[in-house]
Structure formats: structure tokens, C-alpha cells
Nanobody
């Protein structure tokens, strides 16, 4: 059974940085799309950044471009989201997933892919 575990969230001041890490276990084949999504209470889960396959350029939501960097390491079954120049609007629960659609236009639909429990990111202004 696939397990996804996130770490690295926390509280940071605006302009600061955080590094979110995600590790996968029980995945027989890492050649899947994977990425990070985030959710604010009362709102839909939204894409932050994702990778369709190893070697492909990551896909970023517009607000993350130039500030966030996605690092995929299939050999270590890991996915890292380096977040710099954080803003208060980045405050959310961040979720890592594998096997979900890597697309800016695909709305979140539960029951697809394997997801972690989430890690909270809070940016204070």
C-alpha cells in the first residue's frame, strides 16, 4: 500500500523560506505524476506545483512561479518543495500526492491518487 508522508511545515514570517519534504513508500513504480497541493479551510484544494514524470519541467501555479522550486528525486522516493519569499496568502495546509493529475486546469477530485495527511504552513505578516 502506498504511503505518503510530508514534513517541513511551520510558522515563518513573510519573506522567509520553508522547505517541505515528501517521501513515498510502497510504490512499485515511481514513474507517476506527483506534486504539492494546498488548501485553506472552506476553499477547494489547489495545485501548487507538480511533475508529470522524471526529467520533465515542473508545472507551477502562477503565484508560485519564481518563488517555489520543485525537486523530484525518484531514486530516493522523495519530492521537495522549496518555498522562498513567502507571503501571508501562502498560508494553508500543504498536501503531497502521487498518481494525481498534474494539470493547472484539473480541479481537485477526492479518491484519486495517494495523498499524505498534510503539513501546515503559516506565514505571519
Amino acid at each position: 500500500q502506498t504511503q505518503v508522508v510530508e514534513s517541513g511545515g511551520g510558522v515563518v514570517q513573510a519573506g522567509g523560506s520553508l522547505r517541505l519534504s515528501c517521501t513515498f513508500s510502497g510504490v512499485p513504480d515511481m514513474d507517476h505524476s506527483m506534486g504539492w497541493w494546498r488548501q485553506i479551510p472552506g476553499k477547494e484544494r489547489e495545485l501548487v506545483a507538480c511533475s508529470r514524470q522524471v526529467g520533465a519541467d515542473p508545472l507551477y501555479v502562477d503565484s508560485a512561479k519564481g518563488r517555489f522550486t520543485l525537486e523530484r528525486n525518484d531514486a530516493e522516493n522523495s519530492l521537495v518543495l522549496q518555498m522562498n519569499s513567502l507571503r501571508s496568502e501562502d498560508t494553508a495546509m500543504y498536501y503531497c500526492a502521487i498518481g494525481y493529475f498534474c494539470s493547472r486546469s484539473e480541479p481537485y477530485r477526492p479518491g484519486i491518487g495517494s495523498w499524505g495527511q498534510g503539513t501546515q504552513v503559516t506565514v505571519s505578516s
